[in-house]
């Protein structure tokens, strides 16, 4: 599936509960119709801790439907 945006575009959310936040596309899922905005839909996740990692709340950036972004410049 052809997309009108790619990873490192800069888009504007343009619908849903975060309409007007602005940021860079991290990652683009053609298949699923997604792309993940830098800063655009934040989740506080909750995680199991590791050796690596001390675990809790971690905020990660959701996915958005592709046909509710618009590329900027």
């Known amino acids: 599936m052809k997309t009108h ?8 959310i343009i619908a849903g509960s975060h ?13 699923k119709g997604k ?4 800063g655009g839909r934040p989740i506080i996740k909750a995680t199991k801790a590791t050796e690596a ?3 809790g709340l ?5 996915a958005v439907h592709i046909s509710n972004v618009k590329k900027v410049g």
């Open 35 to 38: 792309v993940t905005v830098e």
């Open 5 to 12: 945006v790619k990873k490192g575009d800069q888009v504007e």
């Open 19 to 31: 309409k007007g936040k602005r940021g860079t596309v991290l990652l683009v899922n053609a298949e």
């Open 53 to 55: 990692d001390a675990g």
């Open 58 to 62: 971690k905020t990660i950036d959701g």
